[in-house]
């Protein structure tokens, strides 16, 4: 029994898992505790704002000790945790800029804001390449289509982060970029021919390989390579090409096992032994309390019949080891002067969630996130502005979602008031596109603006009656694509996108970005 005990606490320290509420109450302290488990990751309904946050962070550090890998996904754009630091743009605004240098300027202040926060690790930056139009869940995450182009921004965003002492995790390893399925809610395939996969797909993972601190797993299968098991539970792939062919000696960490790709196929507990069994050293078992138990006890159980060989799970503890000591957690634990500092301030003057973040630099920050939004806004078609001060009409959606990975877009209201600062507005929402009637709309002459403000594709009702004078798309670039009218792409609904916008229209700046995928 007291070896089995110590299996689990091995299997523990293979684990990052979900915790629910925005403290660490006893019962999951003592789950931690004696399972040894060294891996979190937080969410957005785990963050109230940055007192709680620090706090959160600080006692999950002091269960899990030094070794804590304390994680979040902060890429930019729509997929951020913590809402109220400087708001940084999506990777594809950044690849639409296609300034190396403004993406390591931009990766460093989203590592400065996460590590003042206590956090070690963030699941970023996406090397997916994003080719296809219809993406349901990468689109303005991904920083372009050209392997080069993007990888290059990428890592560039990379060193930022590092440089701040954040590790990155570059995903989704071998590429999510060219699916037509969301692997949150089911199994995508991608059958492409190895060469093609070599070209495209695996380009941006085999360039970042001699660097990547991390590189997260993709729930696809790929034929040509294994036409049994998803990549995250592939031997061929994650063994064979990752550390056999490309010498990989970063960290191999899944996607959320509770996704539906694995969740709906698998147990929790034989999806983690696959998983590491494959090649992985951490697995993501972010699902209920229920399948983190499962998963450890499953892991143990391998250790301890030797499925998962000793001297395997040895070298994964190693790696995973220098990944913590390289990038300490804890607020201001291995990050310049100038943010432990700015977090002493945070934490002594206790700002409540609508004040202003608390690092010493938040101002700097703030700034060249609003520069950076405002390089890659760009423009598709004859974009012309309204009349300065006149009367325009707003057409916007009603509800705002999230997609689960993504936080919810701006309200129409938002939307409203932004523009509300330039000209007269008249607000007009619908609630579902495929039975709104533009025609219904009065004809009074105002300029039209269609605001887009969900990552869904229009229909065949909106993209064959829909006419506005100028569609803001305010978050997937593609839907610019489904209009025959001057669009706007900000890449992102964050308020300074929404301040980029502004500025575009006032006359003050123009939009030289440049569209960094087919089609535009």
């Given at each position: 029994?007291e070896?089995l005990?110590e299996?689990?606490?091995?299997?523990?320290?293979?684990?990052?898992?979900?915790?629910?509420?925005?403290?660490?109450?006893?019962?999951?302290a003592?789950?931690?505790?004696?399972?040894?488990v060294?891996?979190?990751?937080?969410?957005?309904?785990n963050m109230?704002?940055?007192?709680?946050l620090t706090?959160?962070?600080?006692?999950?550090?002091?269960v899990m000790?030094?070794?804590?890998?304390?994680?979040?996904?902060?890429?930019?754009?729509?997929?951020?945790?913590?809402?109220?630091?400087p708001?940084?743009?999506?990777?594809m605004?950044?690849?639409?800029?296609?300034d190396p240098?403004?993406?390591?300027?931009?990766?460093a202040?989203v590592?400065?804001?996460?590590r003042?926060?206590?956090?070690?690790?963030n699941f970023?930056?996406?090397?997916?390449?994003?080719?296809?139009?219809?993406?349901p869940?990468i689109?303005e995450r991904?920083?372009g289509?050209?392997?080069?182009?993007?990888?290059?921004i990428?890592?560039?965003?990379m060193?930022?982060?590092?440089?701040?002492?954040?590790?990155?995790?570059?995903?989704?390893?071998?590429g999510h970029?060219?699916?037509h399925?969301?692997?949150?809610r089911?199994?995508?395939t991608v059958d492409k021919?190895?060469?093609?996969?070599?070209?495209?797909?695996?380009?941006p993972?085999?360039?970042?390989?001699?660097t990547?601190?991390?590189?997260m797993t993709?729930?696809?299968?790929y034929?040509?390579?294994?036409?049994?098991?998803?990549?995250?539970?592939?031997?061929?792939?994650?063994t064979?090409i990752?550390r056999?062919?490309?010498h990989?000696q970063?960290?191999?960490i899944?996607?959320?096992m509770?996704?539906?790709?694995?969740?709906h196929?698998?147990?929790?507990g034989?999806a983690?032994?696959?998983?590491?069994?494959a090649?992985?050293?951490m697995?993501?078992a972010?699902?209920?309390?229920?399948?983190?138990e499962?998963t450890?006890a499953?892991?143990?159980?391998a250790?301890?019949?030797?499925?998962?060989?000793?001297?395997q799970?040895e070298?994964k503890l190693?790696?995973?080891?220098?990944?913590?000591?390289?990038?300490?957690?804890?607020?201001?634990?291995g990050?310049?002067?100038?943010?432990?500092a700015g977090?002493?301030?945070?934490?002594?003057?206790?700002?409540?969630?609508?004040e202003?973040p608390?690092y010493s630099?938040?101002?700097a920050?703030?700034?060249l996130?609003a520069r950076a939004?405002r390089?890659?806004?760009s423009?598709?078609?004859a974009?012309r502005?309204?009349a300065?001060?006149?009367?325009?009409?707003?057409?916007?959606r009603q509800?705002v979602v999230?997609?689960?990975?993504?936080e919810?877009?701006?309200?129409?209201?938002?939307?409203a008031?932004s523009?509300g600062r330039l000209f007269?507005?008249d607000?007009v929402?619908?609630?579902?596109?495929?039975s709104f009637?533009?025609?219904?709309?009065?004809q009074?002459?105002?300029?039209t603006?269609l605001a887009?403000t969900?990552?869904?594709?229009?229909?065949?009702n909106?993209?064959?009656?829909?006419r506005?004078?100028l569609?803001?798309?305010?978050?997937?670039p593609?839907q610019?694509?489904?209009?025959?009218a001057?669009?706007?792409m900000?890449?992102?609904?964050?308020a300074?996108?929404?301040?980029?916008?502004?500025?575009?229209?006032?006359?003050e700046?123009?939009?030289?970005?440049?569209?960094?995928?087919?089609?535009?």
């Open positions: 029994m070896e005990s299996f689990r606490r091995i299997a523990g320290r293979l684990i990052m898992v979900r915790l629910f509420g925005t403290e660490l109450d006893p019962d999951t003592a789950f931690l505790r004696e399972n040894a060294r891996g979190a990751c937080l969410f957005r309904q109230t704002d940055a007192p709680q706090r959160f962070t600080g006692d999950l550090r002091a000790g030094e070794e804590a890998l304390i994680a979040l996904d902060q890429e930019g754009g729509a997929v951020v945790r913590s809402t109220w630091v708001a940084p743009p999506s990777a605004a950044l690849g639409a800029a296609n240098e403004l993406a390591r300027e931009v990766g202040a590592a400065r804001a996460v003042s926060l206590g956090f070690n690790w970023a930056p996406v090397l997916d390449l994003n080719n296809n139009p219809h993406n869940v689109a991904s920083f289509a050209d392997p080069e182009t993007a990888t290059r990428a890592l560039a965003w060193e930022g982060s590092e440089s701040e002492g954040v590790a990155c995790c570059v995903k989704h390893f071998p970029g060219d699916t399925v969301d692997s949150h089911a199994l995508p021919p190895l060469a093609e996969l070599e070209r495209f797909e695996f380009a993972f085999r360039m970042a390989a001699p990547a601190p991390a590189m993709a729930h696809i299968v034929p040509a390579l294994d036409p049994d098991y998803p990549a995250t539970m592939s031997r061929p792939i994650l064979g990752l056999e062919q490309w990989y970063g960290v191999v899944t996607d959320g509770d996704m539906h790709a694995i969740a196929r698998y147990g929790a034989q983690a032994v696959r998983a590491l069994v090649g992985a050293d697995v993501m972010i699902g209920s309390r229920e399948t983190q499962e450890v499953a892991i143990a159980a250790i301890a019949s030797g499925e998962l060989p000793m001297a799970v070298a190693a790696r995973l080891a220098a990944l913590a000591e390289a990038h300490p957690a804890g607020a201001g634990q990050a310049p002067a100038a943010v432990a977090v002493a301030a945070q934490v002594d003057g206790a700002p409540g969630a609508d202003a608390v630099t938040d101002a920050d703030r700034a996130m939004w390089r890659g806004l423009a598709r078609g974009v502005r309204p300065p001060g006149g009367k325009i009409r707003l057409v916007a509800d999230s997609d689960g990975v993504s919810a877009g701006v309200p129409a209201a938002g939307i008031a523009l007269e507005v607000l929402t619908f609630a579902d596109a495929e009637d533009w025609n219904t709309l009065p009074d002459g105002r300029f603006i887009s969900s990552r869904r594709r229009y229909g065949d909106a993209r064959k009656n829909w506005p004078d569609h803001l798309a305010l978050w997937n593609y610019a694509l489904d209009f025959d001057p669009a706007l900000t890449y992102g609904f964050a300074p996108a929404l301040d980029a916008v502004n500025a575009w229209l006032a006359g700046i123009e939009a030289e970005g440049r569209c960094p995928v087919p089609g535009f």
